[in-house]
């Protein structure tokens, strides 16, 4: 009887943990380092990690080298190895095996460039699958030599497809801010189908609004967020500050003028935080927020809107 799935995080994560069993055991039975390397560029690793690559190569196999799927996988072996740590240690470890296995992998994605291109994702798989063969089979001359030909053809058939980004210019020319002061939106980009993208700063009348950029490394975060501060910059009703943690991108001196505030490490950045609250707070305090929408339980007990009306543009930039 074929075992029902809640969702595909439920099968994900059982895969996982189906595919740690067997790395364990087969990380006790020992040997030699292991190259994983080309011949003429050697990379040897202990045993233990070259079978936890080849398993983690595997389950992006299981998952389609998507990354989210893997990602919330580990997440919930990770979770199921906490709560069985106590009660239930030997399945823990496998769980715990599970969600390493989840994390190398996404590592794998990620520096792939997988997470975001869809053709990198698809060369990823391809290697994947040789790999796999290989570390099965590859003993066998006929299977390596099949397992070399057909990771060859497969990598010539996705490079022959026509890329969508193909003809695409690496950089546009900054036109000028968009920004416009009745609907407090600004133009952040365009879609692939040539509808434009907006940013909303603010809803006239209400207050400032929140802004949320995910995605993985070299996406584009910081290239986004500094769209969004120049186009706050330019107007005289935003107060600005800014937080770098890491200072990464060196901002004092390019923010000279313009940035009411600059955080630049993490505790600078944690009281920048605390002191936007106070400001919120006192403002509440006046009466100078309105609610616009339903007050949850803990903004009720404290006095505070859902969406106050807050003047200071607080933009981490990490």
Same mark, same amino acid.
């Given at each position: 009887?074929?075992?029902?799935?809640? %969702?595909?995080?439920?099968?994900?994560?059982?895969?996982?943990?189906?595919?740690?069993?067997?790395?364990?055991?087969?990380?006790?039975?020992?040997?030699?380092?292991? %190259?994983?390397?080309?011949?003429?560029?050697?990379?040897?690793?202990?045993?233990?990690?070259?079978?936890?690559? %080849?398993?983690?190569?595997?389950?992006?196999?299981?998952?389609?080298?998507?990354?989210?799927?893997?990602?919330?996988?580990?997440?919930?072996?990770?979770?199921?190895?906490?709560?069985?740590?106590?009660?239930?240690?030997?399945?823990?470890?496998?769980?715990?095996?599970?969600?390493? *296995?989840?994390?190398?992998?996404?590592?794998?994605?990620?520096?792939?460039?997988?997470?975001?291109?869809?053709? %990198?994702?698809?060369?990823? *798989?391809?290697?994947?699958?040789?790999?796999?063969?290989?570390?099965?089979l590859g003993g066998i001359p006929v299977v390596a030599d099949d397992a070399q030909n057909d990771l060859e053809q497969t990598l010539r058939e996705i490079d022959?497809?026509?890329?969508?980004?193909?003809?695409?210019?690496?950089?546009?020319?900054?036109?000028?801010?968009?920004?416009?002061?009745?609907?407090?939106?600004?133009?952040?980009?365009?879609?692939?189908?040539?509808?434009?993208?907006?940013?909303?700063?603010?809803?006239?009348?209400?207050?400032?609004?929140?802004?949320?950029? *995910?995605?993985?490394?070299?996406?584009?975060?910081?290239?986004?967020?500094?769209?969004?501060?120049?186009?706050?910059?330019?107007?005289?009703?935003?107060?600005?500050?800014?937080?770098?943690?890491?200072?990464?991108?060196?901002?004092?001196?390019?923010?000279?003028?313009?940035?009411?505030?600059?955080?630049?490490?993490?505790?600078?950045?944690?009281?920048?935080?605390?002191?936007?609250?106070?400001?919120?707070?006192?403002?509440?305090?006046?009466?100078?927020?309105?609610?616009?929408?339903?007050?949850?339980?803990?903004?009720?007990?404290?006095?505070?809107?859902?969406?106050?009306?807050?003047?200071?543009?607080?933009?981490?930039?990490?």
């Amino acid at each position: 009887m074929a075992r029902e799935w809640k %969702n595909q995080q439920d099968k994900d994560s059982f895969q996982a943990w189906v595919l740690a069993t067997n790395c364990l055991l087969y990380e006790a039975d020992g040997g030699p380092d292991v %190259n994983i390397g080309a011949e003429d560029t050697p990379e040897n690793v202990p045993h233990e990690v070259a079978v936890q690559i %080849n398993y983690a190569q595997n389950l992006i196999l299981e998952c389609d080298g998507d990354f989210e799927r893997i990602r919330a996988a580990g997440r919930a072996c990770q979770q199921a190895a906490a709560e069985r740590q106590k009660d239930h240690p030997g399945r823990a470890r496998q769980d715990a095996r599970a969600a390493d *296995l989840c994390e190398r992998a996404a590592q794998m994605v990620l520096d792939a460039g997988a997470a975001v291109d869809d053709r %990198n994702r698809r060369h990823l *798989l391809a290697h994947c699958q040789y790999a796999s063969t290989m570390a099965t089979l590859g003993g066998i001359p006929v299977v390596a030599d099949d397992a070399q030909n057909d990771l060859e053809q497969t990598l010539r058939e996705i490079d022959a497809e026509p890329d969508p980004a193909d003809g695409l210019p690496d950089q546009l020319r900054f036109e000028g801010t968009t920004y416009d002061p009745a609907t407090g939106r600004f133009r952040i980009g365009e879609g692939a189908d040539g509808v434009a993208a907006h940013w909303r700063l603010n809803t006239p009348g209400a207050g400032m609004e929140h802004g949320l950029i *995910l995605g993985p490394a070299q996406i584009g975060k910081s290239n986004v967020l500094r769209l969004v501060l120049v186009e706050a910059s330019v107007q005289p009703k935003f107060a600005i500050w800014m937080a770098d943690p890491t200072d990464r991108h060196h901002f004092p001196g390019f923010l000279e003028g313009i940035a009411t505030k600059v955080a630049t490490s993490p505790r600078d950045s944690i009281q920048l935080l605390r002191e936007a609250v106070r400001v919120i707070y006192s403002r509440t305090k006046r009466g100078h927020f309105r609610v616009t929408g339903t007050v949850g339980p803990m903004a009720a007990r404290r006095g505070w809107p859902v969406r106050p009306p807050v003047r200071p543009l607080v933009v981490p930039t990490r």
